[in-house]
């Protein structure tokens, strides 16, 4: 398996574990897990879990769709579908996997090493719509995520 897909796998892993334990205290959600199969335009073909948030009468609330290890400006992607719409998580690094040159000639004029070059801490990210910038995901904006794709609330108090 390519290093890239191990490397993406892994990371999947670890944003489910912090999401079973964000919503660890929400009775009334239940988590389960559904394989799921990429193809990335690279041709590379494997199976990654898709996480399912489900209420307590087994209705979906809200799913993880994992979409790819291969991203411009990012090292994963993972989309966030619930009844009400999608969102979008990007794996970032301080280092992407792809730069961004401009340049007239042989001279250099301008060289990004990423769209996002503010990311100080690597994990998964939200794009703000309104600013672009990147919202490292911790359990607050994870639980607003949720409650933006679906008709889900979390109760205010948890």
Do not use: C
Request: charged share 25%; proline share 4%.
């Amino acid at each position: 398996m390519d290093t890239q897909v191990k490397k993406y796998l892994a990371r999947l892993r670890t944003i489910y574990e912090e999401i079973e334990g964000w919503l660890a205290e929400d009775k009334q959600l239940r988590i389960a897990y559904k394989e799921y199969s990429i193809k990335e335009l690279s041709s590379v073909s494997y199976k990654a879990p898709k996480l399912l948030i489900t209420d307590d009468s087994g209705k979906l609330v809200a799913e993880l769709i994992p979409k790819g290890a291969w991203v411009v400006s990012a090292e994963g992607l993972i989309d966030i579908k619930g009844e009400m719409g999608i969102d979008n998580l990007l794996y970032l690094t301080k280092n992407p996997p792809i730069t961004t040159h401009v340049a007239v000639g042989s001279q250099k004029l301008w060289n990004s090493p990423s769209v996002y070059s503010n990311i100080e801490l690597e994990g998964w990210y939200w794009i703000d719509p309104n600013s672009m910038e990147p919202i490292l995901v911790e359990k607050e904006l994870f639980k607003e995520l949720v409650e933006q794709a679906s008709f889900y609330e979390f109760d205010s108090t948890n």
